[in-house]
């Protein structure tokens, strides 16, 4: 549990900390309204990576999606807006960042998670087991 509240801290470190865009604004401007991102930032999981990422349920207020990435399997690059995360099945992952970095990260079965926006990143299964992982995107917060 540990290690998944490190991960967390530390994606959500990395993704606060964007460089300015072309337009000159962070990509976490924390004036800016959940769901309100520029077109250039998002890259939405379910197009970049549709081999992991299945839709289960979508409506106005949420998009619940189903994640799942095989041993030695990667997904391409994507962003998310702020979600909660349910891991069904975990395992060891590591999780590489636009500017470099890589997070590794060992997700529990049964544990979840809330993250506000994650920038551009794409993940790596380095463990032994498949990983799937319900994750519930908010489109708006009313």
């Not at 807006?81 to 529990?108: F, Q, R, T």
Request: glycine fraction near 8%; charge should be neutral.
């Amino acid at each position: 549990m540990k290690k998944l509240f490190l991960f967390i801290l530390t994606v959500g470190v990395a993704c606060s900390c964007n460089e300015d865009t072309q337009a000159g604004k962070e990509a976490t401007d924390p004036k800016e309204k959940p769901g309100k991102r520029t077109a250039q930032l998002d890259m939405d999981a379910l197009t970049a990576s549709p081999a992991n990422f299945k839709l289960l349920l979508e409506n106005e207020h949420v998009r619940v999606l189903e994640y799942t990435v095989g041993v030695g399997e990667k997904d391409q690059w994507h962003t998310h807006p702020a979600k909660l995360s349910y891991v069904v099945s975990g395992g060891k992952l590591k999780v590489h960042l636009e500017n470099g970095k890589v997070i590794n990260a060992e997700d529990s079965s049964g544990t979840t998670s809330w993250m506000n926006y994650v920038g551009k990143h794409y993940v790596e299964n380095v463990g032994s087991t498949p990983v799937k992982i319900i994750l519930t995107e908010v489109k708006t917060l009313q």
